[in-house]
């Protein structure tokens, strides 16, 4: 009996299932393609991916939804850019402040959500518009990062290598932090109270209010986590182009959302996962490396694949709550 | 009845009021700031500059917000206006340079828009998803799709039909403008002269009341997002008529946000329910002005998002019952004491 599983973890296994047929079609398709190394270059190239996707992960489960990630992703990247070539400033304090802005961006947002009940979409869409201008004045043009603390010391020798392969593959500081990150957020929302909470207002904001939980103050502070997870990602972003570039990552939102919902959450809130996100993500990535591996096919059709398989996860999530219904 | 209409159409202009005054505000600095702001010169028998100019631009805005006003009245958005705009363009001019005849292409474009809104009401209504992420699956694909058509590239074209309409004027305005004159006001006749307004404004009031009372439901969306499909495939036609050419990656780029902006500062609710096609013409106006504005001080087209952004949080406080709810007890506090 317990083989059979509850309803509400269909979706995440069929993500599993998804990621590990992706893989194997790739496999047979392409020779090459099951190696070491692609798994590398799947994990370094959407490691900033990963970690936006992981704060857009906070914002579903809470019912909510947050399209200003990839602005103030583009924001962060050029403010430390700009602090650390034109103004002399030291990575790490340079990191924090774009840190400490995220988060009070995103807490700014919550808090216009919470207190004056506007639509979140709303918000966060003049969020956006916010960010990506504040990006551009910041500094117009992409600017390149050559401070040797970062080229040298965080991307050279912050590197490890893995014995597996024939030559090993190196692992960067960005993937190291993707996968803290994931490790972070996944305690926090399995294991902690406001974890729970934030489940439980995604769940039901009313039956949550009447059990006595803090809506207001999880409601903001998952918006400011998000505004955070952002700022990181663009750190990580920065750190991976050693660049900063307002022009950077439009759209990175709906590549967030899509890989959240690839990865099992659910649209109208209240169930999802952080291990979901992060298969998400990977099939995400698989997508893209295997349209490159087919070399033929122009990178468009990411976006029309991606938008299939977020269309097929809806519908499995429809179809999911239907039985769940029947059942009750 | 008669009381009714007439508190109506108080509330409506009192709905009015906020983005009037707005527009009124703008065209007042620039007319102290701006030199040559309000100045008009007929050339060829056609009529030319600034404020002709944003009437032109906020033409394509004003039709999309049209369509844009009915979804949202139904209680739902439409996020993938600006990839439908781009699908509609892209596929005119891929016609025009594989031969097709101007109507065709034109036809085809617009037929494109309807199946894509049609397609976002299917999901809505059948599928019952959250309009936003109905819409956002085709707002991710569907600029694929238009890059797919142009294979990648920029498709230049040379029809003297399909350059008018977004060149071309008539009556010594722009052809936009008079498209937008069109669109308002069948629009206006379905939705005020027919029950289809009130079917619209019942369904976005409440959903499962409406259908109770025999209002098909199901039927109005599915409407309501094709129209909204037609309007984007219409801007997609004007706006790839003004360069020339079908740009699929930049074609429509941010027209979902330039369309509800409009839709919220021309007073609809984005809850649903009543709706006021006026209002969001007006507001697609005020926001071709005030990004004409900021262009004219000089702030660059990359900036120029931010102080946008400023404007539409400060109105959206203001549309917003609970901040009125919270001044209204601070007034009547201090009243009290």
Not at chain 1, 269 to 291: A, C, D, N, R
Not at chain 1, 303 to 328: A, D, K, P, S, Y
Not at chain 2, 36 to 64: C, M, P, Q, W
Request: proline share 4%; glycine share 12%.
């Amino acid at each position: 009996m317990k083989l059979i599983p509850s309803p509400r973890h269909i979706p995440m296994l069929a993500t599993a299932v998804v990621l590990v047929g992706a893989f194997s079609l790739g496999s047979a398709l392409y020779p090459n393609f099951a190696s070491w190394g692609v798994i590398r270059n799947l994990l370094v190239d959407n490691a900033f991916l990963g970690i936006a996707a992981i704060g857009a992960t906070f914002v579903i489960i809470s019912g909510g939804i947050d399209l200003s990630v990839g602005s103030v992703m583009a924001f962060t990247s050029i403010l430390i850019a700009s602090l650390i070539e034109q103004h002399g400033v030291h990575p790490i304090p340079a990191s924090g402040l774009a840190l400490i802005l995220g988060a009070a961006f995103g807490l700014g947002q919550g808090a216009l959500i919470q207190a004056f009940r506007l639509p979140p979409f709303l918000i966060t869409l003049a969020g956006m518009f916010l960010a990506r201008g504040l990006a551009f004045a910041i500094h117009p043009q992409s600017l390149g990062i050559r401070d040797p603390f970062i080229a040298t010391t965080i991307n050279e020798s912050l590197t490890f290598s893995l014995p597996l392969g024939p030559r090993g593959i190196q692992i960067p500081l960005t993937v190291d932090l993707f996968i803290a990150a994931a490790i972070v957020a996944w305690l926090v929302l399995t294991g902690m109270r406001f974890g729970r909470a934030v489940h439980a207002i995604g769940d039901d904001e009313h039956a949550a209010n009447l059990m006595g939980l803090p809506v207001a103050r999880t409601r903001i502070a998952v918006y400011g986590i998000s505004g955070f997870m952002s700022a990181f990602a663009g750190v990580v972003f920065a750190l991976y182009q050693q660049s900063g570039d307002p022009a950077s990552c439009k759209g990175m939102e709906l590549d967030a959302i899509a890989a959240v919902v690839i990865g099992g959450t659910l649209l109208r809130g209240g169930v999802g996962s952080v291990i979901g996100t992060v298969m998400g993500v990977m099939v995400f990535g698989l997508i893209q490396t295997m349209i490159a591996f087919q070399g033929d096919l122009s990178s468009w059709w990411t976006r029309i694949v991606v938008g299939v398989l977020v269309l097929t996860f809806l519908v499995l999530q429809r179809g999911v709550e239907w039985v769940g219904r029947r059942r009750n | 009845m008669s009381t009714r209409s007439g508190s109506s159409s108080a509330s409506s202009l009192r709905r009015l009021a906020l983005p009037m005054a707005a527009l009124l505000l703008l065209l007042l600095f620039n007319f102290l700031f701006t030199p040559g702001f309000f100045a008009v010169e007929v050339r060829d028998g056609r009529l030319y500059g600034t404020l002709i100019d944003i009437l032109n631009h906020g033409s394509k805005i004003g039709i999309v917000a049209i369509g844009m006003t009915l979804v949202i009245a139904t209680g739902g958005v439409d996020l993938s206006v600006g990839a439908v705009a781009a699908i509609a363009g892209a596929a005119a001019a891929h016609l025009i340079v594989s031969g097709s005849s101007p109507p065709v292409a034109i036809a085809s474009g617009l037929i494109l828009g309807v199946l894509a809104g049609a397609w976002n009401g299917i999901l809505v209504t059948m599928l019952r998803l959250q309009p936003i992420v109905a819409t956002l699956i085709l707002m991710v694909a569907g600029r694929g799709i238009a890059q797919l058509i142009t294979n990648g590239l920029i498709i230049t074209y040379d029809s003297p039909t399909l350059t008018f309409i977004g060149n071309g004027s008539l009556g010594g305005l722009p052809f936009p403008v008079m498209m937008l004159a069109v669109v308002l006001a069948i629009t206006a006749i379905l939705a005020r002269r027919t029950a289809i307004g009130l079917f619209v404004e019942c369904v976005g009031d409440n959903a499962a009341a409406a259908r109770m009372s025999g209002v098909p439901d199901r039927a109005v969306k599915l409407l309501a997002y094709a129209s909204c499909g037609l309007c984007a495939g219409l801007a997609g036609l004007i706006e790839c008529s003004y360069i020339r050419a079908a740009d699929a990656n930049n074609a429509g780029m941010l027209l979902e946000l330039d369309a509800i902006l409009a839709v919220v500062l021309g007073g609809t609710a984005l809850t649903g329910g009543r709706f006021s096609l006026i209002g969001s013409v007006l507001g697609a106006m005020l926001i071709q002005i005030l990004t004409k504005t900021l262009y004219m001080q000089n702030v660059s087209a990359d900036i120029a998002p931010a102080p946008k952004a400023l404007v539409v949080l400060v109105v959206c406080l203001l549309h917003s019952p609970a901040l009125r709810q919270r001044l209204a007890n601070l007034v009547s506090r201090r009243a009290g004491a």
